[in-house]
């Protein structure tokens, strides 16, 4: 249910990445997304600063919500479950790699065939 709802949130996002025909290039941020994403709650979770810990806090429920919808008290009890919620932040990242995208220059096209 938590995949159909993050999936539902980020047709939006894929209707204006349809538009400016960039579609690869924000999966393959989207994808990058992931396990960066995964790195840095790392790294700042270790960090004992109360004020970070805060700000931290809010990143992560905001970042990590859709793993947090599928997922159960105890975390993933299954192979499928964990291949679901990666699935569901990678669809959940194309909103960031959406406006990453934007100000990255445009690709230039080929002329010719």
């Known amino acids: ?15 204006l990445a349809a538009q ?5 290039r924000m999966a393959l941020i ?6 960066a ?10 960090i004992s600063n ?11 429920f905001a970042g ?8 159960e008290e105890f975390g993933p009890s299954t192979v499928w479950q964990r291949i679901e919620m990666l699935c569901a932040g ?4 194309l909103a960031p790699a ?4 934007l100000f990255l220059p445009d690709i230039p096209r080929k002329e010719g065939y």
């Open 20 to 24: 400016r025909n960039d579609f690869k």
């Open 90 to 93: 990678v669809v959940w990242n």
């Open 37 to 46: 994403k995964y790195i840095l709650f790392f790294i700042v979770a270790a």
């Open 98 to 101: 959406y406006f990453i995208s």
């Open 64 to 71: 990590m919500l859709p793993e947090m919808m599928i997922g």
């Open 1 to 15: 249910m938590g995949l159909l709802i993050v999936i539902c949130l980020s047709l939006p996002i894929l209707a």
């Open 50 to 60: 109360e004020f970070l810990n805060i700000i931290f806090a809010f990143v992560f």
């Open 30 to 35: 989207a994808l990058a997304l992931e396990p």
